[in-house]
């Protein structure tokens, strides 16, 4: 009706609507209910999360990254929210082929379908996407940890050789330094050239096969930014519990240093030999959160005082011999 007041009267379309001119004006007057306000303010967390993530996060990974900020609210009114304000993640484009396979020596397959690893450098997965730009394709190889999903290695070129491969696999050598691992990829020429081949025996690596920027340059510098500025230190995967792969590794890092640190450390002190006692041969505690001994006296158990005799201790009779005594 707001919209329309101009080119008619209120009371003609309240009238037409069934509703009251009064009515109207009450609702334009009246404040937004505590919901309303609580949405208003939630949508705002999730467009600056939505932009956050280069556009890229669903409501899922919205969820996830509000409750890291200690926002609670269910995933579902993440969801009606976005899709109410028509925000979406963005879905995965049409599939092109990058490489082509080759009658080369194959190496043996020893993933077995099994893309998970117990820690860091056991397992890389490699492959090569592209990037279209107004002057032609600009080929990505990536060379990616299966155990945090972290990016360890890529390459750029603008043609598909070798090359591009084992430059990806010399950064992921010099980056993180493996003693063991596995380098899982397709059967792409590249792949299985003679001289990626090479590299990876060299480094004790056993290989398993398996927007449009205007130039280049630009391209560049924008998967740059995005591998290492929004990828590895912010990019929340489910896989991992919608954390980000140098998150995942921190936290590893940490629980492998201290593996039993939920259990409360009990620190041991040597104490002095204290005149109202002798120290016991097992280990004891320091005396700020030691108890000192009670000494109890009577049946009935009750704490005496220190200094005090026992009731019902028998008293000691003199060891002297009665003929010494004056």
């Known amino acids: 009706m707001s919209d329309h007041q101009v080119d008619y009267p209120i009371a003609s379309m309240c009238r037409l609507l069934g509703v009251s001119s009064s009515g109207y004006y009450a609702w334009m007057k009246r404040r937004p209910s505590r919901r309303a306000e609580a949405d208003a303010a939630l949508l705002a967390e999730i467009r600056a999360a939505h932009a956050i993530s280069r556009g890229t996060y669903g409501a899922p990974r919205i969820h996830a990254e509000l409750t890291a900020k200690g926002i609670r609210v269910g995933r579902k009114r993440v969801a009606r929210l976005m899709s109410r304000a028509g925000i979406a993640g963005v879905s995965r484009r049409k599939f092109v082929i990058t490489t082509v396979k080759s009658d080369g020596r194959?190496?043996?397959?020893?993933?077995?379908?099994?893309?998970?690893?117990?820690?860091?450098?056991?397992?890389?997965?490699?492959?090569?996407?592209?990037?279209p730009t107004w002057t032609g394709f600009l080929y990505l190889a990536v060379v990616l940890d299966a155990f945090s999903?972290?990016?360890?290695?890529?390459?750029?070129?603008?043609?598909?050789?070798?090359?591009?491969?084992?430059?990806?696999?010399?950064?992921?050598?010099?980056?993180?330094?493996?003693?063991?691992?596995?380098?899982?990829?397709?059967?792409?020429?590249?792949?299985?050239?003679?001289?990626?081949?090479?590299?990876?025996?060299?480094?004790?690596?056993?290989?398993?096969?398996?927007?449009?920027?205007?130039?280049?340059?630009?391209?560049?510098?924008?998967?740059?930014?995005?591998?290492?500025?929004?990828?590895?230190?912010?990019?929340?995967?489910?896989?991992?519990?919608?954390?980000?792969?140098?998150?995942?590794?921190?936290?590893?890092?940490?629980?492998?240093?201290?593996?039993?640190?939920?259990?409360?450390?009990?620190?041991?002190?040597?104490?002095?030999?204290?005149?109202?006692?002798?120290?016991?041969?097992?280990?004891?505690?320091?005396?700020?959160?030691?108890?000192?001994?009670?000494?109890?006296?009577?049946?009935?158990?009750?704490?005496?005082?220190?200094?005090?005799?026992?009731?019902?201790?028998?008293k000691q009779e003199d060891s002297m011999s009665s003929d010494l005594i004056p």
Request: aromatic share 6%.
């Open 149 to 314: 999903r972290r990016v360890v290695g890529w390459s750029m070129a603008t043609t598909l050789a070798a090359q591009l491969v084992l430059d990806a696999l010399n950064m992921a050598l010099v980056t993180r330094r493996p003693k063991d691992v596995i380098h899982h990829s397709d059967q792409g020429s590249q792949y299985t050239s003679i001289a990626f081949g090479q590299r990876c025996r060299n480094a004790s690596v056993r290989p398993r096969d398996r927007c449009r920027f205007k130039t280049q340059a630009e391209a560049r510098s924008a998967v740059f930014a995005f591998v290492e500025g929004f990828y590895n230190p912010r990019r929340r995967h489910s896989s991992i519990g919608y954390l980000s792969p140098i998150d995942y590794e921190r936290r590893h890092r940490a629980a492998a240093v201290v593996p039993n640190a939920s259990q409360p450390a009990a620190v041991l002190a040597a104490v002095k030999d204290e005149p109202c006692g002798r120290p016991q041969n097992a280990a004891i505690l320091d005396r700020r959160c030691a108890r000192q001994p009670h000494h109890c006296a009577g049946r009935d158990g009750r704490i005496a005082p220190p200094g005090v005799e026992p009731k019902n201790a028998n």
């Open 106 to 131: 194959q190496a043996p397959d020893l993933v077995e379908r099994n893309f998970t690893a117990a820690a860091p450098d056991r397992l890389w997965v490699a492959d090569i996407t592209y990037i």
